[in-house]
Nanobody, 120 residues
Framework: QVQAVESGGGLVQAGGSLRLSCTVS????????MGWYRQAPGKQRELVAT???????NVADSVKGRLAISRDNAKNTANLQMSGLKPEDTAVYYC??????????????WGQGTLVTVSS
């Protein structure tokens, strides 16, 4: 009914850049907060950044100044611009979106994840 699809992951050298995108589609009435989370091998999933529908953001201290979140409300898309990547940024990155559906349900929707690998 509603799905989130990430794209843009891949292999990059330390110091490099990547841009991740997440597009939400389906029976959407409105999108609330969208966010990016990541899970490194053997670790718990952690918050990277969130962005509310008014554009206000919350960014994890570990990535501040290197990763920036943005959104395009007209396209139901959230982006994560990553620069100055470090090997410790290697993880599967997941998109999450708060969705009000056309049937007035409120859903938290997760994407399937996209792998980012940073080589040293």
């Amino acid at each position: 009914q509603v799905q989130a699809v990430e794209s843009g992951g891949g292999l990059v050298q330390a110091g490099g850049s990547l841009r991740l995108s997440c597009t939400v589609s389906g029976s959407i009435l409105s999108l609330r907060t969208m966010g990016w989370y990541r899970q490194a091998p053997g670790k718990q999933r952690e918050l990277v950044a969130t962005i509310a529908n008014d554009g206000s953001t919350n960014v994890a201290d570990s990535v501040k100044g290197r990763l920036a979140i943005s959104r395009d409300n007209a396209k139901n898309t959230a982006n994560l611009q990553m620069s100055g990547l470090k090997p410790e940024d290697t993880a599967v990155y997941y998109c999450n979106a708060g969705v009000r559906t056309t049937s007035y349900q409120y859903l938290g929707v997760w994407g399937q994840g996209t792998l980012v690998t940073v080589s040293s």
